[in-house]
């Protein structure tokens, strides 16, 4: 399954398999894009490990996004992180999969630009991230209900583009 | 009619009409302001209100009367209804006092002698000094008034502003003050009389450029238009007001550009003595205006073009560039005209 | 390529010793030009924003002051969010495409080509050649108008406003040759998945090769302004100094990763479209401060300026559009002569893509930054999440880093300076 992935990426896939082993849930390639699934309890341990360790070196995190799968019911959501090595130029993509109301580890410890990605994906899917320092909404309003971006959430919105004149002065 | 009845009855004309004429300088300073600041953009500026759009100031005003007068609500109303004015009224004091043509001598009108000043005032100059520190407590105020951060720091930067450069401006005026020996204007005046390389300018070459530099801050002109600051502090001091209000400062500032215009001009440019001795019989205003006219271009010609200094560098200009230098002209003066004597 | 190495600042010593600065002592110059953190009085808590003369659209920012000296920055995004990633889910790959060029309004184009690039890695299809150059000359028409806006505005950030509509004089040349392509002058939703809407217009070639003759001279005008200017240098020098470590900790890219002395440039590092086969250099500066980003970008837009004489030069004939049928409209003047074109056409219109499952994310260099584009499929013609992770809005999450401590008049021009538009910071 590792074919048409680049000598780069294989030596990545070496190593995190020789570090963690069976841990890994599974790892798929899709147009020489390589995907490691992790754990909820790994999340962290993976990432510092593709952080620090000389062979991944991977000093930018170049997105995180929270994702909604309705049809997959133990786990709906899953929150994707896209890693960027300046040093060898590879990229790799590491997800996790997440039951409703599960938290997972913050890692703007790591990359700071963690920060924003982390607070949209909690006010777009209510993902939790134990230990962001200020996890707040970020591009819908203080007063906003509901996690927009979930399949069930309506195209149109809840409210009907009303504005809510009852929460004024409360914010 | 004896002479002191006519004299009153000139200076009521003169004291009516030279508001009147400077008000008039302007509105189309105002206009040539924009129309300057098209130019180099590459752009127009006004051109629907009277032929090049020249009226368009007298529209401007009659908008801005128009308008709501708006004052913040939890404003410190009184103060914020009287900054404007602190900040008008100072900048007319000072046309009281400079001369736009020759003073004294023989009777030059019906058989009287006509002033072409309106008040021969001794200390012309430090009048002139005390109105421009008057005039900075409207900013200031103004800013502390409208309970709001950006006024507030837009009063303090015009604030701290004025301290720094009043020093440097009196310093280099004293220069001028030393070689004419008094402090009034029309001496200064006469001091420079002869062809145009008998001004001041040439021996107070540095003093000049001093002055100049701190007028612009006077002047509250980029390059340190720190008080408004639009990029920066939305409108500094302005920020909350509005219509005429907002109106009266703007309007001091350009009646601020006129007169500082004419000191820099009374000072350095021989005020309104003609360049050459051939050319005396032009009259005198008309020498002024036209020194007048030539300084508001090089005003706005360094506004439109130069980028705006930081706070700080432009405190470290006022007080490690300029009040040094303008010290070491006085002494320089002080030494080579006790020389000379 | 090479310039990948230099991300941890290990430069030889013969540079080191050379103008270029090391990453240490480019921390230690931040550390030096970044001024106390700690109140010495009073702190004035003022809000920037939304509706400030220099915040670049809806931009706020809460500023803690002491003084004039920054304490701490939070920024708060969001007052333009569309909510541009839902409706995605809810449009065909082709009806997407309208809706990427409304993120980065002044880069239209850019946004355009990242989705595009996306969405045919994920299908597999292969553009043809005339359709990746001309994708490759409009992008850097793109990046060329972006950088005139750019110049203009930040400078007009710093105090004079005659830069501005100089510079928008000179963006006009740009946008009319954006009207004749493809009929508007900023959002063009101009690509389209396998290609490109049109072909070049006649007469196109001669009017774009005067602009681009042009161009170079004005540019090389304004920087003679600027680089004379001491009030510029003053301003800008050692102002906002960024380094590489911290551009990748904040995901801070383009110019002003560039600007930090790396030569990361995707259009080189993982190219795409055209950009194999044209010739340039990827603009670098050491400093790490505003006045570098400002020549990084003055550099780019003479790069792009040959980018596009080489790709006119080169334009090869043929389709500009994929000639596949279950991914790509047909080519819009064959549809009403050909039959299999129209039934491609109702077929692409009313159904839309037949797209593989699986997920894809792509880069592409906009002239911002890095725009990347996540696409998960679950089969179909809609895509199941997509997701752009946009320059602007990693570089507005910077602004705390890279202001804190410097003074009110120094933000608004290291602001300016990382280029940040609302439209694409809030999706």
């Not at chain 3, 290990?10 to 010793?17: D, G, H, R, S, T």
């Not at chain 3, 597999?124 to 108008?145: D, K």
């Amino acid at each position: 399954m590792n074919e048409g992935l680049d000598t780069s990426l294989t030596v990545v896939l070496a190593k995190l398999e020789k570090r963690f082993g069976g841990r890994l849930r599974k790892q798929t390639e899709c147009c020489g894009d390589l995907t490691i699934t992790v754990e909820p309890e790994d999340w962290m341990r993976v990432l510092s490990f593709c952080r620090s360790a000389r062979e991944l070196a991977f000093d930018q995190l170049d997105c995180l996004l929270g994702d909604h799968l309705p049809e997959r019911t133990g786990a709906p959501f899953e929150v994707v992180v896209h890693l960027l090595s300046h040093t060898h130029g590879h990229r790799l993509r590491v997800t996790t999969p997440l039951a409703e109301g599960q938290d997972l580890p913050t890692i703007t410890g790591l990359w700071p630009s963690a920060g924003f990605d982390e607070r949209e994906a909690w006010e777009m899917y209510g993902i939790v991230f134990a230990g962001h320092p200020d996890l707040r909404r970020l591009l819908t309003t203080e007063d906003f209900e509901g996690f927009p971006m979930r399949k069930d959430f309506p195209l149109r919105g809840t409210v009907g583009g009303r504005i809510r004149t009852d929460l004024r002065g409360k914010i | 009619m004896s002479d002191p009845v006519a004299q009153l009855i000139f200076l009521i004309i003169k004291a009516i009409v030279m508001p009147v004429l400077i008000i008039l300088i302007v509105a189309f300073a105002i206009f040539f302001e924009r129309k300057f600041a098209g130019f180099f953009a590459g752009r127009v500026g006004p051109t629907y209100l009277g032929p090049w759009g020249s009226l368009q100031s007298f529209g401007d005003i009659f908008k801005l009367i128009s308008k709501e007068d708006l004052i913040p609500a939890k404003s410190d109303k009184p103060v914020f209804k009287l900054a404007p004015y602190i900040a008008f009224v100072p900048v007319f004091l000072v046309m009281a006092v400079i001369p736009f043509g020759p003073v004294g001598g023989e009777a030059n009108l019906f058989g009287y002698r006509f002033d072409y000043v309106i008040a021969s005032f001794d200390a012309g100059l430090v009048l002139f000094l005390a109105m421009g520190a008057m005039a900075v407590y409207g900013v200031v105020l103004g800013g502390w008034s409208s309970n709001s951060n950006y006024s507030l720091l837009g009063g303090l930067r015009a604030g701290a502003q004025m301290i720094s450069y009043e020093l440097a401006m009196g310093f280099s005026a004293a220069g001028v003050m030393l070689m004419a020996g008094s402090m009034s204007l029309i001496d200064i005046v006469d001091g420079q009389a002869g062809n145009f390389w008998d001004w001041y300018w040439i021996p107070q070459i540095v003093g000049g450029l001093v002055f100049f530099v701190a007028s612009i801050a006077e002047l509250n002109r980029t390059p340190f238009d720190l008080a408004e600051a639009e990029q920066e502090l939305v409108a500094g001091h302005l920020t909350e007001y509005s219509g005429m209000r907002w109106g009266m400062f703007y309007f001091a500032e350009y009646v601020n550009l006129v007169v500082v215009s004419m000191i820099v001009s009374t000072l350095y440019l021989g005020g309104w003595r003609a360049p050459l001795e051939v050319l005396d019989f032009i009259p005198g205003p008309i020498w002024l205006f036209l020194k007048i006219c030539f300084l508001i271009f090089v005003y706005m010609w360094v506004r439109w073009t130069i980028i705006r200094y930081r706070y700080n560098q432009l405190m470290s200009i006022g007080w490690k560039v300029l009040l040094p230098l303008s010290i070491a002209n006085l002494l320089v003066t002080a030494v080579v005209i006790s020389a000379v004597n | 390529m090479s310039g990948t190495q230099d991300t941890q600042g290990l430069v030889p010593a013969a540079q080191a010793l050379s103008r270029r600065p090391s990453l240490e002592e480019l921390r230690e110059r931040k550390d030096r030009t970044r001024r106390h953190l700690e109140p010495t009085g009073d702190v004035m808590t003022i809000s920037m924003g939304p509706q400030h003369p220099s915040m670049h659209g809806v931009y706020r920012a809460v500023l803690d002051l002491d003084g004039e000296v920054i304490l701490a920055v939070r920024p708060e995004i969001g007052n333009l969010h569309r909510g541009v990633e839902k409706l995605c889910e809810h449009r065909t790959y082709h009806q997407i495409i309208p809706l990427t060029d409304r993120l980065d309004y002044i880069s239209g184009f850019a946004m355009n080509h990242g989705f595009c690039e996306a969405a045919e890695k994920l299908m597999g299809v292969e553009v043809p050649a005339r359709g990746r150059y001309i994708r490759t000359m409009t992008h850097e028409l793109c990046r060329i108008s972006n950088h005139i806006l750019w110049l203009g505005t930040s400078i007009m950030d710093l105090g004079t406003q005659t830069f501005f509509t100089i510079c928008f004089r000179d963006r006009e040349y740009v946008l009319d040759l954006f009207e004749m392509l493809t009929g508007a002058r900023m959002t063009h939703s101009f690509a389209r998945i396998g290609g490109v809407a049109k072909d070049l217009p006649d007469g196109f070639d001669h009017r774009c090769r005067k602009v681009i003759d042009f161009l170079p001279k004005r540019l090389a005008e304004y920087e003679r302004i600027i680089k004379q200017n001491r009030i510029f240098l003053k301003r800008a020098k050692n102002v906002g100094i960024f380094t590489s470590e911290d551009c990748h900790a904040w995901r801070v890219t383009g110019p002003t990763l560039r600007a930090a002395g790396i030569a990361r440039d995707l259009r080189k590092d993982e190219p795409y479209a055209a950009y194999p086969e044209v010739e340039f250099d990827v603009a670098v500066e050491y400093n790490a401060d505003v006045y570098d980003r400002f020549l990084v970008r003055m550099k780019e837009m003479r790069e792009s300026c040959k980018i596009i004489r080489q790709c006119l030069d080169k334009m090869p004939p043929g389709p500009f559009l994929a000639p596949d049928a279950a991914h790509s409209l047909p080519m819009k003047k064959n549809v009403l002569r050909d039959s299999a074109a129209m039934i491609q056409d109702f077929y692409q219109v009313f159904r839309g893509p037949q797209v593989p499952r699986g997920s894809v994310y792509r880069c592409v260099e906009a002239p911002k930054g890095e725009m990347g584009v996540y696409i998960r499929s679950e089969g179909g013609a809609k895509p199941a999440r997509v997701r752009f992770s946009t320059p602007s809005f990693y570089h507005g999450q910077a602004v705390p880093a890279l202001v804190e401590g410097e003074m009110v008049a120094d933000m608004i021009a290291i602001f300016a300076s990382v280029d940040v538009v609302l439209g694409d910071c809030d999706r």
